[in-house]
């Protein structure tokens, strides 16, 4: 995944003393460790979007719902179709 979204690992690497990023930030992002759960792993961008205990919750909902628009339930359609040469959309 990119590395390049403002996760505290990415502003860690950053901030140097006396910098703009060490004015805005100091200390308080701890190394880089996520401050959302209490693994004490690195705020990532996997971490945030795949690992961490505190966003659970939306991504089960998230896989749920993609789930079912890719078994066609949700909205009676399923995925819509792209017709890339017309440059159309058509629902199935």
């Known amino acids: 995944m990119a ?7 990415h502003k860690e690497r950053l901030r140097r003393e ?6 805005m930030y100091g200390e308080n992002i701890a190394g880089g460790i996520c401050k959302l759960c209490d693994a004490g792993v690195e705020e990532t961008l996997e971490h945030v979007m795949c690992e961490c205990k505190h966003g659970k919750e939306e ?20 995925w819509p179709m792209v017709d890339y040469i017309n440059t159309t959309v058509t629902d199935l």
């Open 3 to 9: 590395d390049k979204l403002p996760t505290y690992k």
């Open 18 to 23: 006396g910098n703009s990023y060490d004015n």
């Open 59 to 78: 991504r089960t909902k998230a896989l749920r719902e993609v789930g079912s628009l890719w078994e066609g339930e949700a909205g009676g359609g399923g």
